[in-house]
């Protein structure tokens, strides 16, 4: 695997992320824990956490950093087709919680989830301080879909979603780059390529220039997301175009 940095239990630093291995792309240190501190330092570096279960807690930071800008937003005729059809009503910060145990029992595959219980409790104290955030689907008061991430100044750093009917995931994704455009975000990081999130309109940049973009948007006020949430009562239609 190559040598890599341990971090130290009593400082938040990380190692620079110059140094992340090229293989595993992007993987910087490990140990440390998840408190509030020291996530947030990791993502104003634009470093997350992603391991599973039988691992110590490991931070990437990959190079490419695959991110899309909410004003670039591709939303194709058969989503704009759904959406018209207001199949869905839309919520912000109503159920975190539920949002991202659905997301760590999606199917991936074959492959197990990253999200443990470790990282589900460390996501929920980032929502309680008021940094990590959901957008959540709902069909006949039931919940069909959604996301979740953080914001630290005009930057989403997207962490999973889950989709239990068409096209839940993606009107909920496409309902939150409208909000974001809507208050000046330039940046969602996405982190690795997939090509779910590249049909999106997501796409790579090197790790400079993701740091360079992340350095100066991560500084402007953070948002009052409960209080600012714009979205109209019945959810974004006509106006989902590309």
Request: glycine content about 8%; some cysteine.
């Amino acid at each position: 695997m190559g040598q890599i940095s341990w971090l130290e239990p009593a400082t938040t630093d990380f190692p620079a992320t110059s140094l992340a291995l090229d293989e595993p792309n992007g993987l910087l240190a490990a140990g440390g824990d998840l408190s509030l501190p020291r996530m947030l330092a990791a993502y104003e570096q634009g470093i997350f956490p992603w391991y599973s279960d039988n691992d110590p807690i490991l931070w990437w930071s990959p190079d490419p950093r695959l991110i899309l800008d909410p004003r670039e937003i591709h939303i194709n005729r058969s989503t704009r087709k759904l959406a018209k059809k207001q199949p869905y009503t839309f919520s912000v910060d109503k159920a975190f919680s539920a949002v991202i145990r659905h997301c760590a029992q999606a199917p991936r595959d074959g492959a197990g989830t990253w999200i443990t219980e470790e990282m589900i409790e460390a996501y929920c104290s980032l929502y309680e301080a008021g940094f990590a955030h959901s957008v959540e689907a709902w069909k006949d008061g039931e919940l069909i879909g959604g996301l979740y991430g953080i914001a630290l100044g005009k930057v989403f750093f997207g962490e999973s979603m889950f989709s239990r009917l068409t096209g839940a995931s993606r009107l909920a994704f496409c309902t939150l780059c409208l909000q974001l455009q809507a208050w000046g975000f330039e940046l969602i990081d996405c982190q690795v390529h997939s090509d779910y999130l590249e049909s999106l309109g997501a796409r790579e940049i090197s790790r400079k220039d993701f740091e360079s973009r992340l350095r100066a948007l991560v500084k402007q006020k953070n948002i009052d997301w409960k209080s600012a949430w714009a979205m109209p009562p019945q959810g974004y239609d006509g106006s989902l175009q590309d």
